[in-house]
């Protein structure tokens, strides 16, 4: 029996992307056929790692025969007409997150060079999602914080106001 993780799942999840780019019904059986070393669809069905596999293509299908069905019923030129609005949507959703990125990023810095930076990493730690999510995105700033030399002006001038 191949291990639910391994080689096994690469090669039904193959197959399961076979299935779906020749739109041939998803089935556990479909794909105990097709697969070099599972003989059942119980193999499939008994195990918690291939049946979500098997579900979350079965999901993609169906939602692909949905899409297909609208279109169908569609003029090509309605169809065309309407992947380029999205198209456009797309620039522009894609353009408001950069800016939101951009303008993020400039925020962060800004209040780094203020001194508040911790504020607001404490602020954002009931928020990790989120602050993830931003990281990914490349909306904070990735520095490496070094102390100031104890001669510089600047560091006289912050001990002078303490």
């Given at each position: 029996?191949?291990?639910?993780?391994?080689?096994?799942?690469?090669?039904?999840?193959?197959?399961?992307?076979?299935?779906?780019?020749?739109?041939?019904?998803?089935?556990?059986?479909?794909?105990?056929?097709?697969?070099?070393?599972?003989?059942?669809?119980?193999?499939?069905?008994?195990?918690?790692?291939?049946?979500?596999?098997l579900a979350e293509y079965q999901q993609r299908q169906a939602a692909y025969r949905r899409w297909r069905g609208?279109?169908?019923?569609?003029s090509g030129a309605d169809t065309a007409a309407s992947l380029t609005d999205k198209d456009i949507r797309i620039?522009?959703?894609?353009?408001?997150?950069?800016?939101?990125?951009?303008?993020?990023?400039?925020?962060?810095?800004?209040?780094?060079?203020?001194?508040?930076?911790?504020?607001?990493?404490?602020?954002?730690?009931?928020?990790?999602?989120?602050?993830?999510?931003?990281?990914?995105?490349?909306?904070?700033?990735?520095?490496?914080?070094?102390?100031?030399?104890?001669?510089?002006?600047?560091?006289?001038?912050?001990?002078?106001?303490?």
């Amino acid at each position: 029996m191949t291990e639910p993780n391994g080689s096994g799942n690469d090669a039904m999840r193959a197959i399961l992307e076979a299935l779906l780019a020749d739109d041939e019904d998803i089935t556990a059986r479909a794909v105990a056929r097709l697969h070099p070393s599972i003989n059942a669809a119980s193999s499939i069905t008994r195990s918690e790692p291939r049946s979500t596999l098997l579900a979350e293509y079965q999901q993609r299908q169906a939602a692909y025969r949905r899409w297909r069905g609208r279109v169908g019923k569609r003029s090509g030129a309605d169809t065309a007409a309407s992947l380029t609005d999205k198209d456009i949507r797309i620039a522009e959703l894609e353009a408001t997150v950069q800016l939101l990125t951009d303008s993020h990023l400039a925020m962060l810095r800004a209040v780094g060079e203020l001194g508040g930076f911790s504020k607001w990493a404490r602020f954002y730690a009931q928020y990790r999602d989120a602050r993830d999510r931003l990281a990914k995105l490349g909306a904070i700033p990735e520095a490496a914080v070094s102390s100031m030399p104890a001669d510089s002006p600047k560091h006289r001038e912050d001990t002078r106001r303490r």
